[in-house]
């Protein structure tokens, strides 16, 4: 069993020192309460501003941003997920990314990532987000093509997706398919929104039957205005944990004898039939008219 904190905040765009300073604010305090990780929402660190991002933050200091939310991690005796863009030109990313990915303007891509990293400051995870939502997100970055990975942390298997990608039930059977018993989701929902987390991210704890963790931004950064609703769902469905939509840290306790009872009782992981599904995939592909009456 492990207790889980999550930060739900409010970040300013590109004030980087004073999002590190929530952080580590944060990861000092729910050290304190004995939680061995904590979960901040989608590029917190720098904040939620795709295209400012993308024409204002210089690459170059990223390496920095990253070594100094590794200190925090070093220096308050936690894990820590954190989200950042990430150059896709020639970087590895959970093994993909690539000279290929390239921006509209032709220029290197970036990608929304997510890490984890141990208490001692180590990466023991990166995942980048697969599906970006929204016209500034496709304009500022490029998608990802590779699944999550699973990663062993503090005797739980765990994985990561971002925001968008926990509303597609594929992303997070992907991840429970290789194992995954804990999912740590970074994100920035916008207000109106409420029907994700309290809906979609608890449908997927059920169907795969894991631990979902979903950490939100809340308040207004620049021209979004984000609600909160922060929640941890464990493989039944049930909220362990939710916020409201002001400033929050939540805890909550997982472990790996709920998943694995869940997916005893009812094996749907055992029971999928992927073959089945491709193949009816396949029948989706436009093809010849048929005659009016035939049913095949």
Known sequence: MMLLSVLQANAAVLDVEAN??????????????????????ELFPVGYGPLRLRSELDPATLPAIRESLAGIAR??????????PAEA?????????????????????????????DAGGTELLRYAKVHLFGDEE?????????????????????S????????????????????????????ALSEGYAAVPQVLVRARALESQLNVAYANHCGAEDSYTFGGGSVVAGPDGGLLAAAG?????????????????ARDEVP?????????YREWEARLAPGPARPAGHLA
Not at 138 to 158: M, Q, S, Y
Request: hydrophobic share 45%.
């Open 20 to 41: 590190l300073r929530t952080i580590d604010e944060a990861a000092s305090r729910a050290a304190r309460a004995g939680a061995g990780l904590l979960l901040t929402p």
């Open 75 to 84: 220096r308050n005796g936690i894990g820590l997920v954190y989200s950042l």
């Open 89 to 117: 030109a020639g970087a590895a990313v959970n093994g993909g990314g690539g000279s290929r990915d390239m921006d509209r303007a032709g220029g290197p891509g970036w990608h929304i990532s997510a890490s984890l990293v």
């Open 138 to 158: 496709r304009k500022a970055f490029v998608a990802a093509n590779e699944p999550p990975a699973v990663v062993d942390f503090l005797g739980i298997r765990t």
């Open 160 to 187: 990561l997706l971002i925001c968008y990608d926990i509303e597609f039930p594929e992303a997070a059977r992907a991840a429970a398919a290789r194992g995954a018993e804990l999912l740590l989701v970074p994100t």
């Open 245 to 261: 939509n002001a400033p929050e840290l939540l805890f909550a306790t997982v472990g790996t004898e709920a998943v694995r009872a």
């Open 268 to 276: 749907y992981l055992r029971e999928r039939r992927p073959e089945l």
